[in-house]
């Protein structure tokens, strides 16, 4: 059965901020409370201040940038905020822009797939208390914690692309998608975690997709709701690469860094539309493009109205969201 969770919008610059998201997982039948990286508040202490102020919901941080921490680091801060909540922790981890690579490591990874890989299995040795010495091409890790009862902390990837999936399939127990079509994750990133975990002898990752949404309203202006959700993305060309393979009629590029890409904006917005690559309309409507999710082999669907949240305010974001859990049946 697919689980519906609840990303927070926007980057919370009090802590207070985030309650009335924790508040949503604590008295509905959402599953877990998201947030994505930021580099202007750190994302397990939000957690843990929700927890402070009784709200003590399983976390899912997807995805922190692993340039950022050492993995012995990642496991410490992962098993803290697990202990500090009382809650299972899904501790998502991804490598990065090459910009962000470049920034932070002096260069970027020859192979992302490779630091990937050894990264993951070096923060799931620390949680275990392996005694292991690694020492890889990217992480050279030698035994400094041990393991601790507590609640379930698990590791999850950042996917966008079949080879990262494939890598999920092999060490990951989630692979984490962001804007990807239930096409494309039907078609490339399910059927390669699956297949890449059946060679390696092991169960298949859950399959995490990170969903832009915004239920259909007189005021509203889809394409700029989509905008506001996806407009750096758009000027990536990853995924750029991504949402074509996805089936999403995106205008030819321009070079990397020049500003949006494509003729017009709006069109960008419109295809992302009509490729439900941004989920947006009536009730009945959204519930049959969530039914695409389900059938391409997804787990857990996580609602991002940033969109919402962008344009009117993290209020109207909070409505949006019961609304559309209410209409999952998971209010009760």
């Not at 859950?206 to 989509?226: K, N, T």
Request: aromatic content about 6%; glycine content about 10%; charged content about 20%.
């Amino acid at each position: 059965m697919t689980a519906y969770s609840v990303l927070v919008p926007f980057v919370p610059s009090r802590p207070e901020q985030i309650l009335p998201f924790a508040g949503l997982v604590h008295w509905t039948g959402a599953h877990r409370l998201w947030q994505g990286q930021s580099l202007a508040t750190e994302s397990h202490q939000g957690f843990a201040h929700a927890a402070g102020a009784g709200f003590r919901v399983p976390a899912g941080l997807g995805v922190t940038l692993m340039p950022l921490r050492h993995p012995t680091e990642a496991a410490l801060q992962a098993r803290s905020l697990s202990l500090m909540t009382g809650e299972s922790v899904l501790a998502g981890y991804g490598p990065g822009a090459p910009s962000v690579q470049q920034a932070l490591l002096g260069a970027p990874y020859r192979s992302p797939l490779t630091a990937a890989r050894e990264y993951l299995t070096a923060v799931r040795s620390a949680l275990t208390g392996s005694p292991d010495v690694l020492d890889g091409e990217y992480v050279h890790q030698e035994a400094l914690l041990r393991a601790m009862p507590g609640p379930k902390v698990e590791l999850g990837l950042g996917v966008l692309r079949p080879g990262m999936a494939r890598v999920a399939g092999e060490v990951a127990d989630a692979a984490i998608t962001w804007l990807t079509p239930a096409r494309y994750l039907r078609d490339h990133i399910v059927p390669a975690v699956r297949e890449s975990a059946q060679k390696a002898g092991r169960p298949a990752p859950r399959v995490v997709a990170m969903v832009p949404v915004a239920l259909a309203a007189p005021d509203r202006d889809p394409v700029q709701l989509a905008l506001a959700s996806n407009r750096n993305h758009l000027r990536a060309q990853h995924y750029r690469d991504m949402l074509r393979r996805g089936g999403v009629d995106l205008p030819d590029d321009v070079p990397e860094g020049t500003g949006p890409p494509g003729a017009d904006e709006a069109v960008q917005g419109k295809a992302l539309i009509a490729g439900d690559a941004f989920l947006y309309g009536e009730p009945d409507e959204l519930l049959a493009k969530f039914d695409a999710f389900r059938e391409a082999g997804v787990d857990e669907i996580v609602l991002n109205v940033t969109g919402v949240a962008h344009l009117f305010g993290p209020q109207t974001a909070t409505q949006e969201l019961r609304k559309l859990l209410a209409l999952l049946d998971l209010v009760v």
